[in-house]
């Protein structure tokens, strides 16, 4: 709409006639806006707030004649019903994950975005309420997205909200901006959330308050600021990997091997998975989208993967195609234009892994859309299943004591250590990043703990230096 610095005031006047003889008047550009009062005291007081706005430098609509700031008071909405407009108007374009970081973020911060909790419903059924009924769509039968009908008892808990949800503009104060950044560095028990994890959440919260910016009900975004509220301290961050959770080389290797003799069918299947893990340092998503046609196996020697896609999986609840999984980019890279031109990474592979993927095609073959890894039922791996292969994995090839500890207790814990075995054997953090698909200060940052035992490579490298 068109904004102008072009603003004059009149007078009050009073009329003859009238409920409310006194009129405040001001013109912007060629238009000129009368309101009337009951009182002169009313009238001058509302022209003094207009002049107020006027040499603050605001600008006003033209339209309404309204300042910036009564027009963000005019837009106000609460908390609840923005967060509601702000999924609806950007869900259609997310990806699966950064619905579930949105629903996890808004679910964190409306809660104590609240100025009263009396008659508030209980934790377990307000979180039901938001996780499963008002920061979640799902597609009609004529294929557009809304909201679920809530049941009575939902309904219930969402006219609590509305009513005691605090305006837009009231999120900036410290308290409740402090409140909402305590609520996302915390788990659901209380406990201290991961510094990734609050950082995801905060991720979530910041977007939304920029679409309040956008649909000017705010005129910044407060997270954006350097001086954020004093009186909560965000989680320390937690990046580094510990040594103690990827072993060494030979114990990889041990544990590897002992995954083809997990169960009768599933183990063998995943043998090449985790392998790829660790010998190719991808990650889940991108091992479940590995197709044949990006695999050179040579008979002998070193091969290489070529990926493009990646299939992380979300759950049902929140794909376009209902699926647990769909079909992204590559993490961390920006989609190519044109024809021939997406995003891609090659990563060179062992002799080692050459030979497990070969075989792995002889006896499974690949899907009709030249997936190598598929369950039984031709369906794409579940996270879950893999997590539970690898306990069993690490019962079978771990001592008790092992077990108990961080010894590649995930199955990510691969990854980590087939990035930890390149850079420890020299090969420069430039290329280990290109091949891992990270920034080289991730990869500085993340791995500082384990990017050990370099003295000698380095001092081979310099040799005599006189």
Request: charged share 30%.
């Amino acid at each position: 709409m068109p904004m102008t610095y072009d603003v004059q005031f009149y007078k009050v006047r009073q009329r003859p006639r009238g409920a409310r003889p006194y009129q405040a008047r001001w013109r912007t550009e060629e238009k000129v806006h009368p309101r009337s009062f009951l009182t002169s005291e009313l009238a001058e007081n509302w022209m003094s707030e207009l002049r107020e706005a006027a040499r603050k430098g605001e600008m006003f609509d033209v339209a309404t004649g309204l300042p910036q700031t009564k027009l963000r008071e005019l837009r106000d909405v609460s908390w609840f019903a923005h967060a509601r407009e702000y999924v609806a108007e950007r869900w259609p374009g997310m990806a699966g994950n950064t619905r579930v970081s949105t629903m996890e973020a808004l679910i964190a911060v409306t809660p104590v975005l609240v100025s009263d909790v009396s008659g508030a419903p209980g934790r377990d059924a307000l979180r039901q309420a938001l996780r499963d009924w008002a920061f979640r769509m799902e597609r009609d039968g004529a294929g557009e997205w809304r909201f679920p009908k809530p049941p009575s008892h939902v309904e219930t808990v969402f006219a609590w909200l509305e009513k005691a949800s605090i305006p837009v503009s009231e999120v900036v104060d410290s308290r409740n901006l402090g409140a909402a950044m305590r609520a996302c560095g915390r788990l659901l028990d209380g406990s201290e959330a991961a510094a990734d994890y609050f950082s995801r959440r905060r991720r979530g919260f910041s977007a939304a308050l920029s679409y309040a910016v956008l649909r000017e009900r705010l005129s910044e975004n407060p997270l954006r600021k350097k001086d954020l509220p004093t009186d909560w301290l965000p989680p320390k961050p937690e990046e580094e990997v510990d040594p103690r959770s990827i072993g060494n080389p030979a114990k990889v290797r041990q544990v590897l091997t002992v995954v083809s003799y997990v169960g009768r069918r599933q183990g063998p299947r995943f043998a090449a998975w985790f392998g790829c893990m660790y010998y190719a340092m991808m990650r889940p998503q991108e091992v479940a989208n590995l197709r044949r046609s990006g695999c050179e196996l040579p008979t002998e020697g070193w091969g290489k993967l070529t990926f493009a896609d990646s299939s992380p999986a979300p759950g049902k609840k929140w794909t376009d195609s209902g699926t647990t999984h769909e079909e992204r980019g590559l993490k961390g890279r920006k989609k190519g234009k044109g024809r021939g031109k997406k995003p891609s990474r090659t990563v060179p592979i062992p002799p080692t892994l050459v030979a497990m993927l070969r075989e792995h095609i002889q006896r499974y073959g690949t899907g009709p859309d030249g997936r190598l890894f598929r369950s039984e039922k031709g369906n794409p791996i579940q996270p879950s299943t893999y997590w539970r292969v690898w306990d069993n994995t690490r019962k079978l090839a771990l001592t008790t004591e092992e077990q108990e500890g961080l010894l590649l207790k995930r199955p990510y814990d691969l990854r980590h250590a087939g990035i930890t075995y390149r850079l420890n054997h020299g090969v420069p953090a430039t290329q280990v990043a290109k091949w891992a698909g990270n920034s080289v200060e991730v990869l500085q940052r993340v791995y500082a703990q384990v990017w050990t035992q370099m003295d000698e490579v380095w001092i081979d490298r310099m040799g005599d230096h006189g």
